[in-house]
């Protein structure tokens, strides 16, 4: 059984900006994803472009140079890709973690192909927008924030379930591009999960 410091679990750009941060400390680790390198990336839409500009989604001081404005998906996996070899990140892919136990200070990973120990894990698997059961995604009317990044056309008005980072992202987005906007948070304050100061300097109206 292979032992590491850390298993991250995961080969986003979070999972990546990990294992070059335990490279830089000599920390022995391994990452693992259950698909292709920046898994989910792979999967969103040919087409998609980032809101974000390059600059912004560097990790590693490996420079994004983009051909316009805001980069493509197409540019995001060539360039994670290089920065995954210009790292020489310890990367095994298409290797699912099925089962994590925990015995003392010590954790045992299991996967589809072998065994491992690690000392501590980082869970980087990122999330998926989730539905609400009252109000079936159609991916026309009713969207989530997969579709809201590739839209053909601009709406006139938007109603945005959720004031959480992303909610608040998009909605900022919209509203800048002229569409008007209405977001619903059953929490008392917007942001409230992400941070309680911030959340009481606004309040829901």
Same mark, same amino acid.
């Given at each position: 059984?292979?032992?590491?410091?850390? #298993? #991250?679990?995961? &080969?986003?750009?979070?999972?990546?900006? !990990?294992? $070059?941060?335990?490279?830089? /400390? =000599?920390?022995?680790?391994? %990452?693992?994803?259950?698909? !292709?390198?920046? =898994? +989910?990336?792979?999967?969103?839409?040919?087409?998609?472009?980032?809101?974000?500009?390059?600059?912004?989604?560097?990790?590693?001081?490996?420079?994004?140079?983009?051909?316009?404005?805001?980069?493509?998906?197409?540019? *995001? @996996?060539?360039?994670?890709? /290089?920065?995954?070899?210009?790292?020489?990140?310890?990367?095994?892919?298409?290797?699912?973690?099925?089962?994590?136990?925990? *015995?003392? =200070?010590?954790?045992?990973?299991?996967?589809?192909?072998?065994?491992?120990?690690?000392?501590?894990? %980082?869970?980087?698997?990122?999330?998926?927008? /989730? *539905?609400?059961?009252?109000?079936?995604?159609?991916?026309? =009317?009713? #969207?989530?924030?997969?579709?809201?990044?590739?839209?053909?056309? @601009?709406?006139?008005?938007? $109603?945005?379930?959720? &004031?959480?980072?992303?909610?608040?992202?998009?909605?900022?987005?919209? *509203?800048?591009?002229?569409?008007?906007?209405? %977001?619903?948070?059953?929490?008392?304050?917007?942001?409230?999960?992400? +941070?309680? +100061?911030? &959340?009481?300097?606004?309040?829901?109206?």
């Amino acid at each position: 059984m292979k032992n590491y410091n850390i #298993i #991250i679990i995961g &080969a986003g750009p979070i999972g990546l900006a !990990c294992g $070059i941060e335990a490279e830089k /400390r =000599n920390i022995s680790y391994l %990452i693992h994803e259950k698909g !292709c390198l920046v =898994n +989910s990336l792979f999967h969103y839409p040919t087409n998609m472009v980032y809101f974000s500009t390059s600059d912004r989604l560097e990790i590693g001081d490996v420079p994004f140079v983009s051909h316009g404005d805001k980069p493509t998906r197409r540019e *995001s @996996l060539e360039y994670y890709r /290089r920065v995954a070899d210009s790292w020489k990140l310890k990367i095994n892919t298409y290797e699912k973690v099925e089962v994590i136990e925990q *015995s003392g =200070n010590e954790f045992k990973v299991i996967t589809n192909k072998e065994i491992y120990s690690a000392d501590k894990i %980082i869970i980087a698997t990122g999330a998926r927008p /989730r *539905s609400v059961s009252a109000i079936p995604v159609d991916k026309k =009317n009713i #969207i989530t924030s997969t579709e809201a990044m590739i839209l053909e056309k @601009l709406p006139e008005e938007l $109603i945005i379930i959720g &004031a959480g980072a992303i909610g608040v992202e998009f909605a900022y987005f919209y *509203s800048v591009l002229g569409t008007k906007v209405t %977001i619903i948070e059953m929490m008392k304050n917007i942001l409230q999960r992400l +941070s309680q +100061s911030l &959340a009481l300097l606004m309040p829901a109206q």
